[in-house]
């Protein structure tokens, strides 16, 4: 079982940044890692993913140019760099752990969530 644990979250207003932060309790270079929301009354979307070595990236169209996804394996840290945030950046956001880098990802494993809040 792999546990991953955000943090970061926070309220920040339109045009700010956060930087998010996930860490893991197992080996972590094994893994393809990712971010996901899921914003009050929609479903959970993806919104960027890595692979193991961290020389690929991918990200859902919205964030493309404002958010910026790294890993620090000897960390055990994957991050999510957030520039220009808009209100509808407003979500939980979830870390994930995937056996596959694919795109978009598909979580074998789920961080338990952390608040992202853009007021206008």
């Known amino acids: 079982q792999v546990q991953l644990v955000e943090s970061g979250g926070g309220l920040v207003q339109a045009g700010g940044s956060l930087r998010l932060s996930c860490t893991t309790s197992?080996?972590?270079?094994?893994?393809?890692m990712g971010w996901f929301r899921q914003a009050p009354g929609k479903e959970r979307e993806f919104v960027a993913a890595?692979?193991?070595?961290?020389?690929?990236?991918y990200y859902v169209d919205s964030v493309k140019g404002r958010f910026t996804i790294s890993r620090d394996n000897a960390k055990n840290t994957v991050y999510l760099q957030m520039n220009s945030l808009k209100p509808e950046d407003t979500a939980v956001y979830y870390c994930?752990?995937?056996?596959?880098?694919?795109?978009?990802?598909?979580?074998?494993?789920w961080g338990q969530g952390t608040q992202v809040t853009v007021s206008s």
């Open positions: 994930a752990a995937a056996y596959v880098f694919q795109t978009p990802l598909v979580a074998d494993y």
């Open positions: 890595i692979n193991l070595s961290g020389d690929r990236t």
């Open positions: 197992r080996v972590f270079g094994t893994y393809a």
